[in-house]
């Protein structure tokens, strides 16, 4: 056979995404993505042998797009490195919005979904997290300086990023944003409180010993 | 035929409880179910005439032993109500040690996987996931005078909510604590700056007035 097009190849991806999306790897079958897509089952097997090979390559899309699909839509107008992390929880939360809650955090669904039993997917679940972090992260070390000393930007990232998920996860069990707002105003006061104790001014720490000469 | 006896009921939850937990709803079949449960198929078809059915049941399971499955194992010999919140994350930490990361928090799983396509066993879910808020709010409630006058003890039981599912989330997919221990550490501190604040003594406000004649 002649070799399919690489529009096809991407046609394919771009429908196994958002089935994945919306009802999970488990449930989608391999029909429905030939279905939807208009593509023949010739040509989905030349690029994906097997439904793992399309997970594989929907993980890697959502790797290379983490930036023009998530960052610089939701943080791209923003100055304030702060108001950045916080654009970018404004974006989760419109996703649950436009979509009625019923679509949530494709990396988080598939992580508890497939945690156990696919070991090639969950690493490239591990690598979109960790870009996840790694962006939030250097909005954090942006603003280093009005944090208290020897705060770890890291794991104050993964801390938004547990938020994140776990507040994704109620909106869409509650069908609404009432949770999500109220924990990520929690972690917005976590944050805020932060930044105002690194901000309090103190006075230079006395050299030791003067006040030993003043008492001289 | 005869009625089965409740305890090939029993047996048939726990079974199905623990296969959910371990690898999901929609991978579970009724065959393994019916395997590793030694009940016959007549019996299943009497009390659970459809999957669903036994997804339900499991959910109402849940509900009714969050006291004693949860609660009262992790938090029932810590004194301090505060304790008593992270005494509970500590039990999910257990969890996922336990079983070497392949069980995480089962309500949380079911309710990625099951969120759009369930409507019944989502209803549950937000029942299980109340009662786990009830709970920490009513522990937050204790140590009321201790936090920030007009703290919302149910946002923040919400906020250790998130922590938890999206905690127990990156560690299932990192097999590992590392991220866990980091958001849990984070929302730690939060929560003791909470009470330092809380527990600032600040002088009385005099009553309007006094300062004019003072004045005078």
Chains 1, 2 share one sequence.
Not at 168 to 188: E, K, N
Request: charge should be negative; proline fraction near 5%.
């Amino acid at each position: 056979m002649t070799r399919p097009s690489t529009e096809t190849r991407s046609k394919l991806v771009e429908t196994a995404r958002d089935l994945f999306h919306r009802q999970g790897y488990t449930p989608t079958g391999i029909a429905q993505i030939l279905k939807e897509s208009g593509v023949n089952s010739g040509s989905l097997y030349y690029y994906f042998p097997t439904k793992e090979d399309l997970l594989v390559a929907v993980l890697e899309w959502y790797r290379d797009h983490i930036g023009d699909n998530l960052i610089d839509l939701h943080c791209g107008r923003i100055e304030d490195p702060v108001e950045k992390v916080f654009g970018l929880l404004d974006g989760y939360r419109q996703l649950l919005m436009m979509f009625e809650f019923e679509l949530g955090c494709p990396i988080g669904a598939l992580a508890l979904e497939l945690a156990n039993s696919h070991p090639a997917a969950r690493s490239l679940i591990l690598v979109n997290f960790e870009q996840w972090v790694d962006t939030v992260e250097q909005f954090f070390r942006a603003v280093e300086d009005r944090l208290p000393e020897g705060t770890d930007c890291r794991a104050l990232a993964v801390h938004v990023l547990t938020t994140m998920e776990g507040s994704m996860m109620l909106a869409r069990t509650y069908r609404s944003t009432t949770y999500f707002d109220q924990s990520v105003t929690h972690l917005r006061n976590y944050v805020d409180s932060l930044i105002a104790q690194g901000s309090t001014w103190s006075a230079p720490k006395q050299p030791a010993g003067i006040p030993e000469s003043l008492d001289n």
